[in-house]
């Protein structure tokens, strides 16, 4: 009896222990990755700065390719794959969320919405599920898909209902201390639109999510400690409440691989976890956009 105490306890200290224990992962955003502008070796420098700092995984935050919008299915296809291939040199786990620009000729008119990865169908086919969770270390992490297309295949910044009643699932797993973090490309909440056009400017629903505050609802009831997002090609990091740290990532491709945007480096965010407490970094991997190379 006592002997079996004595496991129960040393179990359960491991539990705990686990769950405490600090980490680290990488948020990167944006790659944008093509074939010109000297992106791959770009892109390698990327891989080797996350090999060197040794995250538990890696968030990708959308817009993986260049541009899978307007293209035809041998480049989305080519271009794809030579972006597998050096990602796959990537030590840690990479976890994806999917961008704007991953929905295959959504702006081509004559496309064949039957082909095999028209829309969102070519993201799901080369990088996973739209949606879904993981837990590490004590931690509970949502990638969502905020990517919502409209009727006259535009996008917007929405979570479509189906994932609505997904989220409300999930979060029933899960006790309502588990710290919790949140992933999808447009910004729920963003600076931006005031930073440059004054504190009444407006973002408009490319820019922002429209439904910001009916996902935010979901979670009043849980532990909501991380905000993570891209698409603006922008960096911020906005303590809100002093519970919730929401950080846009600064993109990999600067802008586009033409230079900086925004004035800010090409980079990405690393977050450092230790209990429910959350730093970050910004890191610069060290690339200048050449200008002579540009080409379109
Ligand atoms: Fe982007």
């Known amino acids: 009896m006592k002997q079996s105490i004595f496991i129960t306890a ?28 000297d992106a791959p070796k770009a892109f390698r420098k990327v891989v080797d700065t996350i090999n060197a700092i040794k995250p538990d995984f890696v968030l990708v935050g959308g817009d993986i390719v260049y541009d899978a919008l307007r293209v035809s299915e041998q480049e989305v296809t080519a271009t794809t794959n ?28 004559q496309a064949d919405t039957t082909n095999a990865i028209f829309g969102k ?28 297309i409209t009727h006259d295949r535009k996008y917007k910044g929405k979570i479509d209902s189906i994932q609505m009643e997904w989220i409300k699932e999930d979060l029933q797993t899960i006790d309502a201390k588990t710290p919790v973090a949140i992933v999808a490309h447009v910004p729920f909440i ?6 440059y056009g004054g504190g009444t400017n407006a973002n408009d629903d490319k820019v922002a999510a429209e439904d910001t505050h009916k996902v935010l609802a979901c979670f009043k009831s849980h532990n909501l400690k991380l905000i993570l997002q891209g698409h603006l090609h922008y960096f911020e990091a906005l303590n809100v409440m002093d519970k919730t740290l ?8 600067g802008k586009w691989w033409r230079g900086k945007q925004h004035n800010v480096e090409e980079g990405f965010i690393r977050l450092n976890i230790n209990g429910d407490k959350v730093t970050y970094d910004y890191i610069d ?8 190379k540009q080409v379109d």
């Open 82 to 109: 030579a972006y597998l291939a050096i990602a796959s040199k990537i030590k840690a786990p990479l976890h994806y969320a999917i961008g704007n620009h991953e929905v295959f000729k959504l702006y081509d008119r």
């Open 121 to 148: 169908r070519f993201y799901e086919k080369y990088f996973g599920k739209r949606y879904y969770s993981f837990n590490h270390k004590g931690w509970h992490f949502m990638v969502l898909d905020n990517i919502f």
């Open 10 to 37: 040393l179990l359960l200290s491991a539990v705990v222990s686990y769950a405490q224990q600090p980490f680290s992962f990488v948020f990167m955003s944006d790659v944008h990755y093509t074939e010109k502008f």
């Open 246 to 253: 929401v950080i846009t990532a600064p993109s990999v491709s």
């Open 285 to 292: 991997y060290g690339w200048e956009a050449k200008k002579s």
């Open 190 to 195: 963003t600076t931006l639109s005031q930073w």
